[in-house]
């Protein structure tokens, strides 16, 4: 399968700060990028879906100027927490996938601490 | 609302037995993902089921998908210890507020085999 990589693998921040994380396809163009959610012992919740060039369409009850989503190119995607606070502390997993292809593809998972 | 629920969300088996997980889902998909997840890691792809009637097996792992009864199995043969992670079914339908499909997630099941 295609490689997607993410980046950091974990990273622990103080409150009020922001943090970026990246999403890479390693070896191909991505038309599409995920992002997900995952609260300890919960299953993964769709934040948002974003497409190269256009601005990424969230999920109901997602906050757009906290969770901002970048897809700047065909193979990065950044999401970027702002004004972190202990709750927004999860497990973080991006995926990528193009138009034409059957399944996407998962990267590493970044698990975020706010202290 | 749309909802992808398994079935059951907690299975503790003994090593040699057989077990079925369930995953229905109440929207219309033509595609289902099934995914192992270890603990405090990402996704692992499974199976990919793109048609009704599909099945498809992977070592002691089979998945089905019935279409038209909006339903999966993941059916686990003579289980053993490795086998011990979460599973979790996904489907990809059209969002038609967006006009993207996008993946959605079932609640997931915490498999435990017991030696």
């Known amino acids: 399968g295609a490689v997607v990589s993410q980046h950091p693998s974990w990273v622990i921040c103080k409150s009020g700060t922001s943090v970026k994380i990246e999403c890479r396809s390693l070896d191909f163009q991505a038309t599409t990028m995920f992002w997900y959610r995952q609260f300890p012992k919960q299953s993964l919740m769709l934040m948002a879906t974003s497409n190269e060039g256009s601005k990424a369409t969230y999920e109901q009850g997602v906050e757009k100027d906290k969770f901002l989503i970048n897809h700047a190119s065909l193979t990065l995607s950044t999401l970027t927490v702002t004004s972190a606070h202990p709750e927004d502390s999860s497990f973080y997993i991006c995926?990528?996938?193009?138009?034409?292809?059957?399944?996407?593809?998962f990267g590493q998972g970044t698990r975020l601490t706010v202290v | 609302e749309l909802k992808v629920e398994q079935n059951p969300l907690f299975l503790s088996m003994q090593e040699g037995k057989n077990y079925t997980i369930y995953c229905n889902y109440s929207t219309t998909s033509d595609r289902l993902y099934w995914y192992r997840q270890d603990p405090g890691k990402s996704l692992e792809s499974l199976f990919v089921l793109l048609s009704n009637g599909a099945v498809k097996q992977e070592g002691r792992l089979m998945a089905s998908l019935d279409t038209k009864a909006r339903l999966s199995t993941l059916h686990i043969t003579a289980a053993v210890h490795d086998l011990s992670a979460t599973y979790f079914c996904a489907v990809y339908p059209l969002d038609t507020t967006s006009g993207t499909y996008k993946y959605i997630f079932g609640t997931g099941t915490r498999l435990k085999v017991l030696a």
């Open positions: 995926s990528a996938g193009t138009y034409t292809w059957t399944e996407a593809f």
